[in-house]
């Protein structure tokens, strides 16, 4: 029994390192084209995005991507060159500004459009690009990026995008960085009769033409690129309205036809998510757009107002249990991690993916607030401290700025290092103040690690800076270092950076103390000799 129990543990230990830790510990020469990509540069500097309208139509049986994408923008430095970018084999076919044909060039995905008419500071202007082709198909989506073509099980053509890292320019053109989201957008997708095609906002109307139909959704709050969506499919649907702290939100559900009965009953969980995450996070952020969850053929993403939803109606992650302690199974992953992006990813956006920890550490830490509000605070730390296992400490949780690159171990360790933070707030409800006004005051930005930082260390009226300096930006777990002599308890900390300091808790026999150890050694009276960490704090422990 031990034999198999360590390899069903390594087992899944590799499989989460695998899923999640994508490591950039080894040595990786960025290229210009990341930097294109990943920087923001001076033709994408000069101007402000206000409005897309993307209008395209899918020919499924060829695979194949025709339309538009109409940019609007202010201009707040004139300019006469501006950057798009689209990923081959999509290729751009034509450019227009104010009926007037205009000439590009193209350095491999970033294409440069020469801009004729004057352009005035504070103006609203907009460019029609025209593209077709072939988009990438994802061969392991949601992680490599692209369109899902698939079928279901009664033969119709099943198809899905999802594109967080590659890019949104994988299968349309944009302004493909994250610090500047587009105000609104409207997506237009004509379809084959017989499917739907279902995208972020909400359903404006439908255009019946003899063999396709044009489904035209709107999404009315700022969007990042890739978070927007088209999902094609033999849908059917259903709806409830929530009684939430902003009103009535419409939440309404988009699955293949077979599957109605089962999402009914699996789909359970999302109200139970929204009970737990308006109490610990605030208002549902979309109330405007409405809240839907649609079946795709692939696991999951986080598509605004339109999550994404492939678990095949299991409990867990696909009928696992990633904590190992049993309260994995108490929930359906997908839907309590990808709601919760809602609040961290769409809400509050990271400018660079070398700060994805932003999205994914709070959303991590978001399922065992799910837990905390259902099943109290004992199983959401439990469920916490189980998922240590997966943390690889490879590389910093922060990445490399400017080259789209995102840091490592921003899951499961992102989680602990929020829940050890937690912990420090020393009061609940002081946390859940912080995590309320971080999604309110941070309301439908773009933000950077130091904002995050230095507001939560402002709430919390305590310096977090060298905390989050070793948690963030280093690979080493602070160690309480010890040693008893005749009753009197020596401590500090080691492996930490230059002037780390945090208060930890431990247990002297029975009796729970709190300790502010420095790396200078510190000492304490004490009745026992029977010294051990609460479990809350990731942090190590060293007896000398």
């Known amino acids: 029994m031990k034999i198999m129990k360590n390899k069903y543990l390594f087992g899944m230990l590799v499989f989460l390192m695998l899923l999640h830790n994508k490591s950039i510990s080894q040595e990786y020469e960025f290229t210009k084209q990341d930097t294109l990509r990943g920087s923001i540069t001076p033709e994408r500097a000069w101007w402000d995005l206000t409005y ?39 290729k751009i076919t ?23 008419d004057k352009q005035r500071k504070g103006k609203i202007n907009s460019v029609k690009v025209y593209y077709e082709g072939n988009p990438k198909e994802a061969v392991r989506a949601p992680w490599d990026g692209g369109l899902s073509w698939t079928r279901d099980s009664n033969g119709k053509h099943f198809a899905a995008t999802s594109c967080q890292g590659i890019g949104a320019s994988i299968w349309w053109p944009n302004k493909d960085h994250m610090y500047d989201e587009v105000d609104s957008m409207l997506i237009s997708v004509n379809v084959p009769k017989g499917l739907m095609n279902i995208s972020n906002g909400r359903l404006k109307k439908i255009e019946e033409f003899e063999d396709t139909n ?65 109490y610990w996070f605030g208002p549902y952020p979309f109330y405007e757009d409405s809240f839907k969850i649609v ?10 107002s339109s999550i994404t939803y492939g678990n095949k109606y299991m409990k867990g992650y696909l009928g696992r249990d990633l904590s190992r302690t049993g309260w994995g199974l108490k929930f359906d992953y997908i839907i309590i991690h990808e709601a919760g992006h809602e609040w961290f990813a769409n809400n509050i956006t990271y400018k660079d993916i070398a700060d ?38 490879s590389a910093p949780m922060i990445g490399p700025y400017g080259v789209n690159q995102r840091g490592s171990d921003i899951y499961s360790k992102g989680a602990n290092v929020l829940h050890t933070i937690r912990q420090i707030a020393n009061s609940d409800e002081k946390w859940r103040r912080i995590l309320r006004g971080l999604n309110k ?60 300091k945090m208060p930890v808790e431990v247990f002297v026999g029975d009796e729970k103390i709190r300790l502010n150890p420095t790396q200078e050694t510190k000492s304490i009276d004490v009745k026992s000799e029977k010294i051990r960490l609460d479990k809350n704090y990731y942090v190590n422990i060293n007896k000398v």
Not at 65 to 73: A, H, L, M, Q, V
Not at 296 to 303: A, F, K, N, T
């Open 356 to 393: 994805m920890w932003i999205h994914e550490s709070f959303t991590t830490y978001s399922e065992n607030l799910f837990l905390d509000y259902h099943y109290g605070k004992e199983a959401s730390s439990e469920y916490v401290i189980g998922t240590r296992a997966s943390i690889s400490n």
């Open 441 to 500: 005051d941070f309301y439908h930005q773009t933000v950077e690690t130091k904002q995050i930082e230095n507001y939560i260390s402002d709430k919390m009226g305590y310096d977090l800076s060298t905390f989050f300096d070793q948690y963030l930006r280093t690979t080493n777990i602070p160690v309480f270092e010890y040693k008893l002599n005749d009753g009197l308890l020596e401590y500090k900390w080691t492996n930490v950076v230059d002037g780390f």
């Open 214 to 278: 044009t489904y035209h959704w709107y999404v009315s709050n700022p969007i990042n690129n890739y978070g927007v969506n088209i999902n094609i499919g033999d849908y059917v649907e259903f709806s409830e309205v929530y009684e939430g702290e902003k009103g009535k939100l419409d939440m309404i559900y988009y699955v293949l036809r077979d599957n109605i009965e089962r999402a009914k009953t699996q789909f359970k969980d999302a109200v139970k998510m929204m009970d737990a995450f308006e």
């Open 295 to 304: 079946e795709v053929p692939y696991l999951g993403m986080e598509h605004q």
């Open 52 to 90: 897309y309208h993307l209008d395209i139509a899918v020919d499924l049986d060829n695979k194949f991507i025709k339309g538009s994408n109409t940019i609007e923008y202010k201009v707040l430095e004139p300019n006469k060159k501006l950057q798009v970018d689209l990923q081959s084999p999509l």
């Open 94 to 116: 034509k450019v227009e500004q104010n009926g007037k044909e205009l000439t590009f060039s193209s350095e491999g995905s970033a294409h440069f459009i020469n801009l004729i």
